[in-house]
């Protein structure tokens, strides 16, 4: 009887392996560092997937005014995503880099570290956007905090539409948006869920979806509701995302 047992387990544990092998084979991270300049783009580190795929970057960087992004970009250097995420639709090989605004709280160069993850398409390919840091003493570990603070306005056909947020990625999210032309004043303080990105946040509850983008004087905002529906460079007020 113990012999047909153990013959029995030997298929199931090499199955088992198998299932953690191929699991291990779609997702990937790989460590990356470099500089960057006070205004502009550091160098591009670049990421290969076999097929449609998620690519996920998340940083940190000595800048002082926490105005930064990460592109990602296809392998003809054209951008697609500014927000440190990305779903490819074929394999090929693209690339990361970190950008700044330019900004006078800065030095340059800047330095930056931090991880690329690649996984299935759809899903996120690093925790929440969020990469832990060790500073300090080796092998002492804290989690990063990201939050995401601003009012700010786009202009859209019948005039300003305001967006005001607090969040950050312990779950703690307000929003209020407020259009007079249109007599919209909806405020939330409950029921809205943020994922991060390295220079953005994405907020959503309510039938509602916001697309906020933090990039110095050039902040974007992106707004989808039943009454609304709008997205447009912030012409008044702005946002920062602190790391």
Known sequence: MRQRLVALMLPLAAGLAFLVWTGSALAATTQISGTFPNGGCGQTHSVTVGGPARIDAAV???SASNRYWVEILDGSGNVRSSNGSYDTTSGGTYGVRVCSPGDLQDPSPMQYSGE???GPAGQPALPQQQAQFSFGVLGRTTTITSTFVGHGAIMTRSGLAWVTVRADNAGHVRVRLDDASRRIHLSF?????????AASVRITGHGIVLGLVDRGSNDHVAIKSPRLKASGRVVRGGFRLSI
């Not at 303080?189 to 990105?197: D, E, L, P, Q």
Request: proline fraction near 0%; charge should be positive; avoid cysteine.
């Open 189 to 197: 303080t409950h029921g809205m869920k943020a994922s991060f990105g």
């Open 116 to 118: 690329i993850g690649t």
């Open 60 to 62: 940190s960087t000595t």
